[in-house]
């Protein structure tokens, strides 16, 4: 039992598909459930960019 829960530990096999969709298929709602946030968020963020840019000049 120890020797295959060490073998288990000592696998160095890559992340597979399933879990890269799994994770994207995360991502993706989230940023769907929180567009509004996001966008509300860089909209203001542009905005004060703009605003001290202006001062530069």
């Known amino acids: 039992m120890a020797k295959s829960i060490q073998a288990f530990l000592m696998e160095e096999e890559g992340i597979g598909v399933i879990e890269v969709?799994?994770?994207?298929?995360?991502?993706?709602?989230?940023v769907i459930i929180f567009k509004k946030q996001?966008?509300?968020?860089?909209n203001n963020i542009f905005k004060e960019i703009n605003t001290q840019s202006k001062e530069v000049y």
Do not use: R
Request: charged content about 5%.
């Open 21 to 30: 969709v799994l994770i994207l298929v995360v991502l993706i709602g989230l």
């Open 38 to 42: 996001i966008t509300d968020l860089l």
